[in-house]
């Protein structure tokens, strides 16, 4: 059986802690793997690495620190399939959608090969007499990042690329699903100049996590995963001192005007509201039609789609979508389907028996589409994270605005019409923090910010874009004075700019 470890000081290194979990092949349900969970004294050696590593990293100059990314970007686009396909192996999604979680990563790394300019201070000559006053940004230190099964070669790299650009070194503890490609991709960084220790992957459960929030050497904690563990990670890393932006989960509304291009709102609602068997943070997986005939208009064409939709195992690339994540998680997804048939929403289409032919014990389950869903049924309020979609009838434009700003969750939103004024509107004042106008997932791409309101967040600043470097570093702001033989005097007066 294949063991995965830990990746410290430039190399993998067996677990010791005599603990660790099952990586599935989600396809046939199988075990593939067992990954090493780390206990504290592990997790303790990697930081003091990483301590060991960082001034060193923090001197290099940014350029050159750049250019370790841009030969990061090189070395994984030539194994771009293979790692696609490991992607695939363990979580279960398409190779066509692994290629994507693999790209918008990249596009991440991408934009932090801009370090150079972005991390340019300030400055204001003459800002008194004799007097320039600058700022500068500089890395916190060993910051670390914790992230979830759904994105496993995505979310790694939005917390990684810029924080090493800044100069900082990370501790990754991706999930103890799928941790094969983050560990490769730590590999890939020491391959393409990453000086060893800088970066270093620990594997782990509650213990690994514990560990670096309360460790006093890390400056900074960036989470994604649910929201439960969002806020806990939040509280336990501000109580411990330290920075900490930490991103939840969603129930992400696609309201449907009367005016909208069906068709289009269609084709958009089936991917993003399947696409990855629904396990994304930023799944649509309420569809609000505004008024009656939209609501049996968008039904009459969704309704065979969804029937129609092709789940194959994730080496199948005419699969729609795949198998989800574990056995476990499929229980869950489709005892949420039973609860909404108890709370009395009518299932249209029901995928829960659905078995998929020489992988009869691989996580499949088939789309699901449910009808009449009230705000007050779990299946509304919660986050299912499947295939399984739920349309609300809205009455009129008002309540379709009040829908989604009411919920508790407020990750992404979109809505589909002609009509450039109750677009306009419908951005300005829908309480979600990603807002698609006829553009199903809006997620921004990297050089804006990525990050949701409400319980889908939990801190103050966004992931990538220019707030990513803001949260990697901290700023000083430096008063220089160069009097030239002006001599003042003992001043006892607070300084101040008459
Ligand atoms: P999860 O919360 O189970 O796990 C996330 C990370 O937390 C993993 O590394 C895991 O090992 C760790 N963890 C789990 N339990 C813990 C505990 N008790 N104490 C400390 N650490 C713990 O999430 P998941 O199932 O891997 O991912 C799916 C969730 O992530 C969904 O809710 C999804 O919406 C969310 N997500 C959010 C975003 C976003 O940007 N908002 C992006 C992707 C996924």
Redesign the pocket.
């Known amino acids: 059986m294949r063991e995965i470890g830990h990746f410290i000081g430039g190399k993998q290194l067996q677990g010791t802690s005599g603990r660790h979990g099952d990586v599935f092949d989600p396809n046939t349900g199988e075990v593939q793997a067992k990954v090493a969970f780390a206990k504290r004294s592990e997790v303790e050696h990697a930081i003091a690495v990483a301590e060991t590593a960082q001034p060193a990293w923090a001197a290099v100059n940014p350029q050159r620190r750049a250019r370790v990314l841009m030969k990061f970007l090189d070395l994984v686009q030539k194994e771009f399939d293979t790692l696609a396909r490991l992607l695939s192996s363990e979580h279960g999604k398409t190779f066509a959608d692994s290629k994507g979680d693999i790209q918008r990563g990249l596009e991440v790394v991408e934009f932090a090969c801009g370090i150079p300019h972005l991390l340019k201070g300030e400055f204001t000559e003459g800002a008194g007499p004799n007097i320039d006053l600058f700022s500068l940004r500089q890395p916190l230190g060993v910051v670390a990042g ?6 496993p070669a995505m ?1 790694p790299m939005w917390k990684f690329a810029p924080a090493l650009a800044c100069g900082n070194a990370f501790i990754l ?5 799928d941790p094969s490609v983050p560990m490769r991709l730590a590999e890939l960084l020491v391959e393409a100049g990453l000086p060893a220790g800088v970066l270093n992957v620990i594997n ?3 213990e690994a ?2 560990s670096l929030l309360t460790d006093p050497r890390i400056q900074a904690v960036g ?8 806020e ?2 939040y509280a336990t890393a501000a109580a411990n001192g330290k920075r900490a932006q930490c ?4 129930k992400n509304q696609m309201i449907i005007m009367p005016d909208a291009d069906m068709d289009q709102a269609v084709d958009a609602l089936i991917g993003a509201g399947y696409g990855s068997a629904g ?3 930023m799944a649509v997986s309420v569809a609000v039609p505004v008024g009656k005939k939209t609501a049996d208009v968008l039904l009459e064409k969704l309704v065979p789609r969804v029937e129609n939709l092709k789940i194959g195992p994730s080496t199948d690339p005419q699969a729609d979508f795949g198998p989800l994540i574990t056995r476990a998680h499929l229980d869950k997804v489709k005892s949420y389907v039973d609860l909404g048939v108890k709370e009395g929403a009518k299932l249209l289409v029901d995928g829960r028996n659905f078995k998929m032919q020489g992988y009869e014990n691989g996580n499949f389950m088939g789309g699901c589409l449910f009808d009449h869903v009230t705000p007050d049924m779990r299946i509304y309020k919660e ?1 299912i ?1 499947g295939p399984v979609l739920a349309v609300v009838r809205a009455k009129d434009y008002a309540e379709a605005v009040r829908l989604p700003s009411e919920h508790e969750y407020g ?1 992404g939103v979109a809505i589909f019409t002609r009509d450039g004024d109750a677009a306009r509107d419908f951005v300005n004042r829908v309480e979600v923090g990603m807002v698609g106008v006829n553009f199903a997932i809006p997620v921004p791409l990297s050089y804006y910010t ?3 309101w409400k319980r ?2 939990f801190g103050d600043l966004n ?1 990538h874009g220019p707030d990513a470097v803001r949260f990697y570093t901290r700023t000083k702001t430096v008063t220089a004075r160069w009097p030239s033989g002006v001599k003042e005097g003992a001043e006892f007066v607070i300084p101040t700019m008459k």
């Open positions: 914790i992230t979830p099964f759904n994105f979310i503890k991706p999930s103890e699903r782990g459960d509650k996590v514990d989470f994604v995963g649910s929201s439960a563990i969002a806990y990670v991103f939840g989960g969603a396990e994304r943070c986050e994270f990750n990525f990050g949701g889908s967040g992931q």
